[in-house]
């Protein structure tokens, strides 16, 4: 998966979704297939309206001096019941190639963003686990791509929001990084 990872860093989203698709496509069909050609673009108004308010809390009631936000999905591979995303503020922004930075968060977000449309991606993991669906290997790589391409189709999310607000918000400005709790070498920047 190094080409993925690859990808991601090179801030080559659509490209990692679609070899990703091609990837998971090849395997025997299972509930995992159903990310396959689904987007999580739906969001796009609301993930505004979150970060809109999110940023402004910080930098006004917290009086941050914003340099960097990292949207953090949950541990969603285990956490069946809500996938949502978690905001944090920065005020510098240190080296791309040392996340270690990340946990020195200056604010955070008091509220997450609930990521809908991959409820049936919620259960067909919630199975996977329960049945220890992992002890098959065909099953557990379809897993595994199927986690990369939910965190691709957040990245792709969030990269299109940034672009549909440059300019009309400050947080759509600066850097903003996307990952999963536990996925840190897939933390994209946008």
């Not at 991959?118 to 220890?132: C, W």
Request: with cysteine.
């Amino acid at each position: 998966m190094q080409q993925i990872q690859d990808l991601i860093q090179a801030g080559q989203i659509e490209t990692a979704i679609r070899e990703t698709e091609t990837m998971l496509s090849q395997l025997p069909s299972s509930g995992f297939h159903y990310v396959i050609g689904k987007d999580l673009l739906h969001l796009q108004r609301p993930l505004t309206a979150y970060l809109n308010y999110s940023y402004n809390v910080m930098k006004e009631d917290e009086e941050l001096d914003i340099k960097a936000l990292y949207l953090e999905m949950n541990s969603f591979t285990t956490q069946y019941d809500q996938w949502f995303l978690h905001l944090l503020a920065y005020e510098s922004l240190v080296n791309r190639d040392n996340l270690d930075w990340l946990a020195d968060f200056s604010g955070e977000s008091e509220k997450t963003f609930t990521i809908t449309g991959f409820e049936a991606l919620q259960e067909t993991n919630k199975t996977y686990m329960q049945t220890e669906g992992y002890r098959n290997d065909q099953l557990r790589q379809a897993c595994e791509l199927q986690e990369y391409l939910i965190l691709l189709r957040v990245q792709e999310l969030v990269k299109q929001t940034i672009q549909d607000n440059k300019g009309k918000a400050p947080w759509a400005d600066i850097p903003v990084l996307v990952g999963a709790h536990d996925y840190e070498d897939l933390i994209a920047m946008i």
